[in-house]
């Protein structure tokens, strides 16, 4: 059984548009997280999430929004795609925030052309 | 800020034991995590550190002095499937970014 799903696996689309990226988990985890993987494979955190408290990290465009309609899905909405958001976007999730290994999804390859 | 270093590439041989060294300066310590990442595929986790010393793990082991602000990845017994990237990441005590990844060490394991 898959423990971090992410879904599409790819993803192509044009500038400007508005697209959502899924991620469900089925480890009971409390905390979920999206990260960014640039070209240079730089693993970079954008946000943080548990039933109490979203961590924002503050570089993150505002354009970027996690949606977790419960404790199991943190979706990631883009609004107004650009050129920069091509990226390799994975989901993780962990039980609590501090000192627990973190299982990360497949990853989502966006593509914005 | 936070600073991460690691080497960006090194290359090792099959069989042999390679040593991967990640240095961190960040506001704020509360362990330390190495993952493996394969091409193309999601970071898997490796070892975490807390306390000062080695803990081992099979064939790796990893190492942390809080004190100087280092860590290192000991792989032994090389393979050929070793072949990946090793993201060393330093879970901070608060803020805005709770786990701050370095930009990884990418090994490569030659015959």
């Known amino acids: 059984d898959t423990a971090v799903s992410q879904t599409p696996k790819y993803l192509v689309t044009q500038m400007g548009n508005d697209k959502s990226i899924k991620c469900e988990q089925n480890?009971?985890?409390?905390?979920m997280y999206w990260y960014k993987q640039d070209s240079k494979k730089f693993l970079k955190i954008m946000f943080s999430?548990?039933?109490?408290?979203?961590?924002i990290n503050e570089t993150v465009p505002n354009r970027f929004s996690p949606k977790s309609p419960d404790k199991a899905h943190l979706n990631l909405h883009i609004n107004s795609l650009e050129l920069g958001d091509s990226a390799v976007y994975f989901c993780?999730?962990?039980?609590?925030?501090?000192?627990?290994?973190?299982?990360f999804g497949p990853g989502t390859r966006l593509t914005v052309l | 800020g936070q600073n991460i270093d690691q080497p960006t590439e090194m290359t090792a041989t099959e069989g042999a034991i390679v040593q991967i060294n990640c240095t961190y300066q960040?506001?704020?310590?509360?362990?330390l995590f190495w993952y493996q990442q394969h091409a193309g595929e999601a970071p898997t986790f490796l070892s975490y550190?807390?306390?000062?010393g080695l803990e081992e793990k099979g064939r790796f082991s990893s190492f942390l002095s809080r004190s100087k602000g280092y860590s290192y990845l000991l792989l032994k017994e090389l393979q050929m499937k070793d072949s990946a990237s090793y993201l060393c990441?330093?879970?901070?005590?608060?803020?805005?970014?709770?786990?701050?990844f370095g930009k990884g060490t990418r090994l490569s394991v030659i015959a």
């Open positions: 999430y548990n039933n109490k408290e979203l961590i």
């Open positions: 990441a330093v879970i901070l005590n608060s803020g805005n970014t709770p786990l701050v």
């Open positions: 480890l009971g985890h409390d905390t």
């Open positions: 993780a999730s962990s039980q609590g925030f501090d000192l627990n290994e973190q299982f």
């Open positions: 550190n807390v306390l000062d």
């Open positions: 960040t506001s704020g310590f509360n362990g």
